[in-house]
């Protein structure tokens, strides 16, 4: 089937991420997105050859770039402590304002897939950078960046379920898990470790 006229890659993703975020990503299907776009759904694979796959693979590299580009953003011009609470609150945000897409960075990228590696490689690469300053070899960086990565995403999966109801403010909550991360890389830079 012959593409739509005027309609181009970049407009199907972009589609699928307002989907995404509005929906939820695992609400996404080809035929949601060819009826927002007022197409038949065999006309997106013109566009996505790898159908719902495809599609959710383009919303990741999306997602991934777009933090990224949000990550270092933050942390540009950032040293020690005021970096990391940079960046996480760069990642909070950036779920927050796109849940879907955040959802799609979550995924796991197929091993034979060098864009998808390099997409979150980048990511993993800026938060190294900020880590740097508290001088961590580098297992002790990777296992800090996982340790991150969870509490930032816990929060924000505990927010977006409701599970934040009691009146104490939620970002205060956020700033003493930060605060609490601080205190054990301040130590693991302390002992050498």
């Avoid at 995924?107 to 740097?132: K, M």
């Amino acid at each position: 089937m012959a593409p739509r006229a005027g309609l181009d890659h970049q407009m199907v993703v972009q589609a699928a991420i307002e989907l995404a975020d509005t929906k939820g990503l695992h609400e996404v299907t080809l035929t949601l997105l060819a009826n927002r776009l007022g197409v038949r759904t065999p006309t997106l694979y013109h566009y996505m050859a790898d159908g719902l796959y495809g599609l959710r693979r383009q919303l990741a590299l999306a997602g991934l770039r777009e933090l990224a580009a949000r990550l270092g953003r933050a942390a540009m011009g950032r040293a020690g402590d005021d970096a990391v609470i940079a960046l996480a609150h760069a990642h909070l945000a950036f779920a927050r304002e796109h849940p879907g897409l955040y959802t799609a960075t979550s995924q796991a990228a197929s091993p034979d897939d060098s864009q998808w590696y390099e997409a979150g490689r980048e990511v993993v690469e800026i938060a190294l950078s900020v880590l740097a300053a508290y001088q961590l070899p580098h297992d002790e960086a990777i296992h800090a960046i996982r340790i991150l990565r969870c509490l930032i995403h816990g929060f924000i999966e505990l927010q977006a379920a409701g599970g934040f109801r009691l009146p104490q403010d939620v970002d205060e909550t956020f700033q003493r898990l930060l605060d609490m991360f601080l205190g054990d890389l301040h130590y693991r830079q302390a002992i050498g470790k």
